[in-house]
């Protein structure tokens, strides 16, 4: 079933995984570390992709700045 898209993105694990093309226990990794931005429902875990985006191209800039 579709819903239409209204505000955030938000996805659980499984999309997460797709989106990013690592593998859930990577993320459940992370999520443990406090390496990622997630939204914890009870013992839900969500993912706003805007967020996981601002994430994404937080470490772009470390990395190229580290580099140059």
Same mark, same amino acid.
């Given at each position: 079933?579709?819903?239409p898209?209204? +505000?955030k993105r938000i996805v659980d694990i499984h999309g997460l995984? *797709?989106?990013?093309?690592v593998c859930i226990n990577t993320i459940y990794s992370w999520v443990s570390q +406090?390496? &990622?931005?997630?939204i914890k429902m009870g013992r839900l875990l969500r993912f706003d992709l *805007?967020? &996981? *985006? !601002?994430? &994404? !191209?937080e470490r772009e800039r470390n990395v190229n700045s580290k580099a140059a």
């Open positions: 079933e579709s819903y898209r209204v +505000g995984s *797709d989106y990013l093309g +406090g390496r &990622i931005p997630c *805007d967020k &996981i *985006d !601002a994430w &994404i !191209a």
